[in-house]
């Protein structure tokens, strides 16, 4: 049982869209144990950055982790969404406050299935990107390098 397992997130868009790639870092303590990165060949950054948290909230259903989870995510979009915009969009027919559609509505409404089933305690934190942050970095590392490859 992973106790204390942190996940750093990030999205790349090469061009918004164009050819993107996310990735995940999860760290216990302060070892990596794991890294997970997709591409998408024509996307947005915002798109990559859901699908960062998506993809690791997949593997840990997978993997069947249990205990405390911190993802962290550089993306003041994703974590917004997550904690805050999101119920009222839900409650709106997936309205924003402007009753324009709700962008990447697919992947929002997959994360908050993901959310809603998972069996870890998920808490939320922003972290600075770009900063110098050695896992944050890393995360940034695959999600640039996943994109790189589609050009």
């Known amino acids: 049982m ?7 997130t990030d999205g790349s868009s090469l061009g ?3 050819p993107g790639g996310w990735g995940s870092v999860f760290v216990e303590g302060e070892k990596i144990i794991k890294e997970l990165g997709g ?27 249990q205990g405390g989870v911190v993802i962290h995510t550089d993306s003041t979009y994703v974590l ?16 924003t406050a402007n009753k324009k559609a709700v962008l990447n509505q697919d992947l929002w409404q997959e994360l908050i299935v993901l959310i809603r089933s998972s069996k870890v305690a998920l808490s939320w934190q922003k972290v600075k990107g ?3 942050h050695v896992f944050n970095d890393k995360a940034d590392e695959i999600a640039t390098n996943r994109a790189l490859l589609q050009k």
């Open 130 to 132: 770009h900063s110098g």
């Open 80 to 95: 917004g969404g997550v904690t805050s915009w999101i119920h009222n969009w839900e409650k709106n027919g997936w309205r």
């Open 2 to 8: 992973i106790k204390n397992l942190e996940i750093y």
């Open 39 to 65: 591409f998408e060949k024509n996307t947005t950054n915002n798109r990559m950055e859901l699908m960062a948290v998506i993809s690791a909230l997949r593997y840990l259903e997978k993997e069947k982790y």
């Open 16 to 18: 918004n869209p164009g």
